[in-house]
């Protein structure tokens, strides 16, 4: 009786739900067809949800909002899924909102450098859309062929270029925002320097979907630089290549991008998709980009392949042209996925550390490496500090998946312990909700928690993400209960 | 007898509070030493403080927070006193918690490039500490020879070369922070580009003091750029200082600082103390500072040129020297003052537009000088967009000083009208928490001050600021009171 009644409950909530989203196909309730949303970029925990539906505008998804919480249905939003912590997982059976068909490009004002777009809308569009008229828009995670604003917003996602351009939120010009009580607010929007009132833009960007639902996006728009020019560093010594990323920082220079990969990585990039011909006794290439007035372009280079030199660098390359520069990002961006190619399975980690500890942070790695018996990989945005190990493994050796995820956390550790913290760009999400431990006290981690009781008082929105509390909407409403 | 208990009252909280202090003259509460404390920067406001307390460390600014908590004392922090906005003025009898004694710089770590600083630590003096080893801070506002860091993290201060550098939050790395309770917590300081959790370094930077009380901050330092040259340009028609404003940012190029002077501004500043012999006869000067690399300067320069005679420019000099560079900034920068050389009175605004509505709105602010019969001075950063209009009036003319406040707000309204904003770096203060209904909708205003509720449940620190709501803190206790 009680299944039937639970069947016949949910029944009634799917015809609810469809009728709030128009077009064709707008909800998936099917076990077969949820099974593609059971995940994000972050498969190592698999959730389903109760649906997922595609709203067309921010009033469908308002009313499903307001549905959901007018039904206590645990709702989340989703973008393209390419997620690396899990943010988009539906821990709680939850509603999904996919924001997949609100991918309108709709305004381009290059007078004042802003675009306004919809939360589905590719990152990369953006950049197609605007070239022809000499703009682009910089934050550039590697996944921004598929990734879309909307979810590049909640994470406040960066990227290579992020070292001289700033992250996600550095761009961010304005927002509308589906509240979890389904009000529709506006903040932001006007690009200017400083916001009256508190800095909401900079509270929802990076919030990880768990105060309010983005439906439109006012992004800044940046001129294409005159020139850029980018160069490929070899060295036999990974601490003599981490030494020409902080001499390069300190000689005044902010590169576009500087970027390093160890050796490991190194095999891995060259046995996947886009190999370049690294050589593979080196244990370090830095890729370096610089940009701007094309008079200063030369002087630069000059500049840090002295730099190179001087740490006995052992070659240095120039980009012949822009096909040449495009394999070389080719290689490095699909470098995480590389990793398939020399082990069954890895797990990337996101720590941050100040630049001038990275040789003993890259060292205190290798050691987790030889005690967990598993290979690390390293591939960072090495200018910025922003570490990416990629632990590899195979799963299907017992307890090698545990042993990677501990791995992981005690790289996130010395990142800690060095003064830096747990993530760089990709966020907590389900994965490092632990890790917040190591960076926060309870005090620090209540007064977020209470910020998000204020937007998301009833914990539907996004239940068991961020902060190290329970992980169920349930168990989270209960222990919410037994405190009032 | 209800007076002379409240008189014995007071006495009590004073002798305790002077407990919390160390050092000689740690507090003042006598009505001729209180005078000093009645207003900040925006005098047209003023109220007497309850006391006037200068704590060394953040142990006693905590010790005086709970013990103002646990007595229900209003109390406030105060930094120079420099604000243009009335943040810092005792609207409730506040305890002042003037924090002009923690002026230590604590540490510089070069390699880093951070910075920590106690909050009284005046602005200029960072810059002045590191510059013999490359170094400085960015954010300069025009008070920066006076105004300490700590009071530019409450306001968000901007300054001339935000425009390619950014306000004070983006230099902000980490804070240290006395909650409204007296508990003390610490929030970023690793110099990462993306926090985990919720961005409360943003959320505290530029609230206003209404949050909490900050007593440590972690600043970026930036390399001396290598090299820099400095413009003046004199138009005749303010049309066409404002087009070239627009295509100077069109073309591409950032400059360091982008500043604009009108007929009356020039008035002014011509007959104060750092004269630098602008004609008097032009409707507009605009000052243009690029900086970075010396190979690229030039260039940037040639380009600006370019602009400045498509658009008419009646004459364009360079800086022959650094003395000659310093000599237009003090002109410049002691601008709103300079006001005092030609009118009895002045009232500075700080609205923002998006540039390219800047000859409409000149025009618009040109017609309410007209319809008020006041002159309105223009003195602005052209290239953010950020408008100082200075309404001249004469507080001795009866209903005069109301004129220049209606003149001002109105002056805000066509910011906002044409999609701009109501402060650029000012801070909302006493002065515009009216007009923050210009560009906040009534959901929108709550979503911030339920925030500020979070942090400052009891309303105790530096009530009545920043938003539409009454006054008084009493006023605002009986309201939330009647709402339970």
Redesign the interface.
Known sequence: MMVRNKVKTNDIHIINLAKLVSGPNAILYKEEDLLAYDCDGFTIERHLPRAVVFPKNTEEVSEIVKYCAANNLPFLARGAGTGLSGGAIPLNNEVIISLVRMKRLLEVD????RAVVEPGFVNLKLTNSISDK?YYYAPDPSSQYACTIGGNVAE?A?GAH?LKY??T??HILGLEVV?PNG?I???G????????????L??L???EGT?GIVTKITVRIL????AKQTVLAYFDKIEDGSQAV?DI??S??VPAALEMMDKTAIEGVEAAAFPVGHPKDIEAVLLIEVD?????I???IELILDVCRKYNVREVKAARDEAERGRWWANRKTGFGAMGAISPDYLVQDG?I???RLPEVLTRINKISEESGLRIANIFHAG???LHPLVLFDSRIPGETEKAIQAGSACLKVCADV???????H??GIE?KEE?RF???D???K??T??????NPDYLLNAGK??PTPGRCAEVKREMASKR
């Open positions: 290059l007078e004042n450098r000499g406040n960066g992020c700033g992250v939120t550095n509240l009000e607010i506006e903040i929007g006007n690009g200017i320097p400083d916001t009256p009132g508190y800095d909401l900079g509270l960007t990076g919030s105060l001129k294409n630089p005159e902080s920082i300190s005044g220079i701007g007035i094309a008079a200063g030369d002087g630069q941050v100040p630049r001038s910025d500090g922003n003064g830096g913290s747990i993530t760089g760009e966020g907590v490092k917040m960076v926060f006290k005090e620090e981690i007064a977020q209470d910020i998000r009781d204020v937007f961020l902060f």
